[in-house]
C-alpha cells in the first residue's frame, strides 16, 4: 500500500488524570484520510475488543485509509487498555468525555474532531455489520445521496430473529412518527455516513436522546437520502441502553426537529393544537364531574381544568423561552386572555349570524368563524402579553 493510503496510528495513552479528551497527535498524511468512523461508547469494551479488528481488516481490505475514533462517556471500564492495545497497529484515537453524556452529543463531538472526506457512525454493540461499511462509503461517493443509511427496512434488509414484537413495533412505530421529516425507511438507524461537508453546512445540532441520524438527516438538509440493506443484529455483550428514559427522549427529539422544520409556524400551529387538546380535558372533566355536581359547577369546574392544562402545556411547549418569568403572573394574564378570546368568539359568531345575510343559515359556519378568531386573539395575547420575556435591564 502506497505511504498516502497507508494506516496512520493514531493510538495514544489516555492520560492519569482522565481529560475529557486527548491531543491529535501530529501527522503529515492526515488530509489523505477517506473516511472517519465514529463509535460512541458507554460500557462497550468487551465488544470493542471484537469490533475494531473488524473495521481495521474490511477497511484494509477495500484499499480505504481511515480512522477510528472512539468516544467513550467516561465508562471506566477498561476501554482505554483495550485502545491502547489495539491502537499499537490500527488507527485508533480515544476520546473520553467527563462533563458530557449521551449518545447523539457523544457522535457529534467524534465528527467535531474527525478529519476524514466521509463520516460515518456505528454503534459499538456489534448490531451493525462493519462489513457493509465499504458499501456505504461507495453509496455516498458513486451516488448523489446526501446522506446513506444501513438500513433494516429496505429489500435485503434484516433484523435479527430474536427480536420480539413489542420490539418491532416500537421500531415501527418510532419510524411513522419521523415520516414527515424524511422520507427515508429506517430513519432510526445508528449506522450511517454523510459527507464532512454536509455535515459542516448545519448551523444548529441540538440533539436529545440517540437519534443523531434524524437529526442530522434534517438539520443538513439531506435531500437524497440512499439506504444500504444490512441485517441487523442483537448485541454480543452487555445490556441495552434502550430506556423508557430514552424513547421520551426521542419524542421531545422530535418535538425540536418538527419546531424547526416549522420554522415562524411552529407557534401558531401549536397553539391551536394545545387548544384541542384543552378541549378533551374540559369535556371529560365535564362528563366525570357531572355525576356528582349540577350542570353549572361542572361545566364552570371543566372551563377552569381545561384552561389550566392549556396554560401549563403552552407555557412547556409552545411558549417554553418564556419558563423562567413569573409562572403566577403568566397564569392570571392567561386567563384574563381566554376570556377576551372567548368574548370576541362570541361577538364575531353572533355579528357573523344577525349582519351577515349569508351566515344567516349557516349558524356553525359563523360559529367556526368565532372559534378562528377568538383563537387567534388569543394567540396574539398570550405571544405578546402573557409569555412576553422581560428585556434585560
Known sequence: MCPARRWTILARQVAESRQSSLAVLADPNRSAIDVSIIIPTYHEAPNLRELLPRIVTILEQAGLAGEILVVDDNSQ????????????????????????????????????????????????????????????????????????????????????????????????????????????????????????????????????????????????VCKNVAEVPITFQDRLHGESKLTLREQ??????LYRLYEYRLGMLARPLQFPMVGCSGMVIDLTAFTLLGRALSFDPARALGIWLAM????????????????????????ILFCLSCRVGALVNLAVSSGLFRYVEFFADAKLLAA??????????????????????????
Open 77 to 220: 471500564d477498561g476501554i482505554d487498555e483495550v485502545c491502547a492495545e489495539l491502537g499499537k497497529q490500527a488507527p485508533i484515537e480515544l476520546l473520553i468525555r467527563t462533563e458530557e453524556r449521551g449518545l447523539s452529543s457523544a457522535v457529534v463531538h467524534g465528527m467535531q474532531h474527525a478529519t476524514g472526506d466521509v463520516l460515518l457512525v456505528m454503534d459499538a454493540d456489534l448490531s451493525h455489520p462493519p462489513e457493509k461499511i465499504p458499501e456505504l462509503i461507495e453509496a455516498l461517493k458513486s451516488t448523489d445521496a446526501d446522506f446513506v443509511i444501513g438500513s433494516r427496512y429496505v429489500e435485503g434488509g434484516e433484523v435479527d430473529k430474536n427480536w420480539g414484537l413489542f420490539r418491532w413495533f416500537n421500531s415501527k412505530a418510532s419510524t411513522l412518527l419521523a415520516w414527515p421529516l424524511t422520507s427515508a425507511k429506517d430513519p432510526m438507524a445508528g449506522f450511517f455516513a454523510i459527507r464532512r461537508s454536509r455535515f459542516e453546512s448545519a448551523t444548529f445540532l441540538d440533539p436529545v436522546g440517540y437519534k443523531i441520524g434524524l437529526e442530522l438527516m434534517v438539520k443538513c
Open 248 to 253: 421520551l427522549n426521542y419524542l421531545r427529539h
Open 308 to 331: 389550566s392544562w392549556n396554560f401549563w402545556l403552552n407555557r412547556r411547549l409552545t411558549f417554553s423561552h418564556a419558563r423562567g418569568e413569573n409562572p403566577l403572573r403568566q397564569y
Open 368 to 393: 367556526v368563524c368565532g372559534i378562528v378568531a377568538g383563537t387567534a386573539f388569543n394567540y396574539v395575547l398570550s405571544d405578546r402579553l402573557v409569555f412576553r420575556v422581560a428585556k434585560p435591564k
